[in-house]
């Protein structure tokens, strides 16, 4: 296939888009309801689209399915669904705003530990991006100014699970196709959010499976869309990219649920971000 730069960034900014109305759903739903159950049932219908896609481009369940690594590939697909877990209980104890506002770190987390777990060699530009990133999320915590509010940790420690998984990620594929590890990722994390789940049902409303729904299919649609990006465009032109999430997900936390954009969210926000897009740049460059 041809590269469309072009067309892999009207894709991106479409599957952030997506992703984000997908955040505001998990927001809803977890504030009503058990977070296990919520990401649970999402998580079956990820799963189920995971072994569509698989039976349909790999030709069968056992080739998307074969790995030398399966230990690497069911720790990352637990770490995902542990880590969306934590993320989710983060919009409810914190909002999309502010949750997504310090989860903007974790390009700064990736590169930093790119070269414990990878080997891969961290230049001084990038160390000090990293060093103005974490400025930047101090900020926003404002640490010493007011009292640190404990559910600030949600999105932290998702952001620093979510970076291992992309690490993992990168470390499998030095095996496995892109496809398997996404088989791995949808039926291991369903299975273990399942069994610790199961035990969390709780009866729903009918609007609210309704919205049930709609969140399962906008999980699918992003994934898809998401899928079609890295088929059109390279990876390193359209990643800057993703940060609209942050963007169309702080919009929908205060036009729907009324929060606020604080003017130290604000700041911290723009300088976490301008540190990501410059590691992002490094990266390129030396790629």
Known sequence: MQTNTRL???????????????????????????????VMIRYWFFAAFVIAIASRKEGSIRAAAATSQPLLQTFRGVLL????????AGFTYLGLVESHAIFAAYPLLVAALSGPILGEAVGWRRWAAIGVGFVGVLIILEPGF??????????????????????????????DSA???????????????????????????????????????????????????????EASAVQPFAYLQLVFASALGIAVFGETLRTNVAVGTAIVVAAGLFTLWRARVKG
């Open 146 to 175: 007011t009292v640190f509010s404990p559910a600030a940790l949600f999105p932290v420690a998702s952001a620093l699970m979510f970076a291992l998984y992309a690490l993992l990620t990168r470390y499998a594929a030095r095996k």
């Open 8 to 38: 892999g960034i009207l894709l991106m900014t479409a599957t952030t888009f997506v992703f984000a109305m997908q955040d505001g759903i998990s927001r809803h739903l977890a504030s009503e309801y058990n977070v296990l159950m919520v």
């Open 179 to 233: 496809a398997t590890s996404f088989f791995w990722t949808g039926v291991t994390g369903a299975a273990a959010v399942t069994v610790v789940g199961v035990f969390n049902w709780e009866p729903m409303t009918t609007p609210d499976w309704a919205w049930m729904g709609l969140l399962c299919v906008t999980g699918a649609v992003g994934h898809y869309l998401l899928i079609k990006t890295y088929e059109v465009a």
């Open 81 to 88: 669904v542990a880590e969306i877990c934590v993320m989710v």
